[in-house]
């Protein structure tokens, strides 16, 4: 360590540092105290603001909702958000491909986790990722990727597309899963992802503990399921309508639910699910709109509380 520890090295290497590269100094960068965010592929303004007011929006009941997903135990967050190579055919691949950005450039989910546009389109869109929406093989193997049925439809085709018709169609929509859904490392993109897809709510039979957290943070209604009752036991094929009721007059942490299932021959069947809002700060996150909208207000009510203290 002795000849490592040189300050006169450090002052020389770190001294100036605004001023060491002048490659760097070069960039053209606009300036002013608000960043103006010119296009890139790279980094991009986040929707999560889009027509913030200082009042949230009433919460309201869940109707008519599609299913976006089925899956089962263990789906982990890595499974959930974007992560490694771009491949050309995804969304995400034509989407930089329209932005003129060739395949040898194309980088990495993790590299481009700036920009929006392209982390939701590989939201849900593991290679290995295993929708139970989809038939079984007939080997008994289930299709692996990132696809779904549109409803009514019943087209196939990637989860990110379906989520975007189903934006445009003002249409809600939910995902289900089995035991210990999001388990694995904590990554936020797996609950901003499925924000961003539409999804109002997530039901499964159990949560990871970081992941259910993120979601509620995110705007994202957690239920669980009670008793016996599962995706396997409730014969959830992906092609219902939900509705979650019960939550317009407002919510209460671990608050039971009513879900009514309206299958496609008219049978319904309602079962009660727990949320999973386990406390009162995460009622106040939720209806907020989330945590990002949540702390804004806080800041701007604390700030003019302030000026008028001042006048």
């Known amino acids: 360590m002795k000849h490592a520890m040189d300050p006169k090295t450090f002052r020389t290497l770190y001294g100036d540092v605004a001023n060491a590269n002048p490659m760097w100094k070069s960039v053209p960068a606009p300036t002013g105290q608000v960043y103006s965010w010119p296009k890139s592929t790279y980094i991009a303004e986040p929707p999560f603001f889009k027509d913030f007011s200082m009042q949230p929006r009433p919460t309201g009941s869940i109707r008519g909702a599609r299913v976006l997903g089925v899956f089962g135990d263990s789906l982990t967050t890595d499974h959930i958000s974007p992560a490694g190579s771009i491949k050309p055919t995804s969304p995400a691949g ?22 929006h546009e392209v982390m939701m389109r590989g939201t849900f869109g593991n290679v290995r990722i295993k929708n139970l929406m989809l038939p079984t093989k007939a080997d008994g193997s289930r299709t692996e990727g990132g696809l779904t049925y549109h409803q009514p439809s019943g087209e196939q085709m990637p989860i990110y597309e379906a989520a975007m018709k189903y934006i445009a169609e003002g249409v809600p929509t939910v995902v289900f899963g089995g035991e210990e859904y999001g388990t694995g490392s904590s990554r936020d993109w797996a609950a901003k992802g ?45 092609d219902e309508t939900i509705d979650i009721l019960g939550i317009e007059s407002g919510l209460q942490p671990r608050q039971e639910v009513p879900l009514v299932i309206r299958r496609k021959d008219g049978t319904t069947k309602e079962i009660t699910v727990l949320l999973r809002i386990d406390t009162p700060i995460e009622v106040d996150y939720y209806v907020h709109g989330g945590i990002l909208p949540f702390v804004l207000r806080d800041l701007s009510a604390v700030r003019s509380s302030a000026a008028r203290a001042a006048a």
Do not use: C, W
């Open 94 to 115: 034509t989407y930089l491909l329209e932005h003129d950005v060739a395949v040898s450039d194309f980088n990495s989910f993790g590299a481009r986790r700036g920009n």
């Open 194 to 238: 499925t924000l961003l897809l539409g999804a109002r709510a997530v039901i499964v039979k159990s949560f990871e503990r970081i992941h259910r957290a993120n979601l509620v943070m995110m705007g994202v209604l957690p239920f669980q399921f009670m008793g016996n009752d599962s995706v396997a036991s409730l014969g959830i094929k992906g």
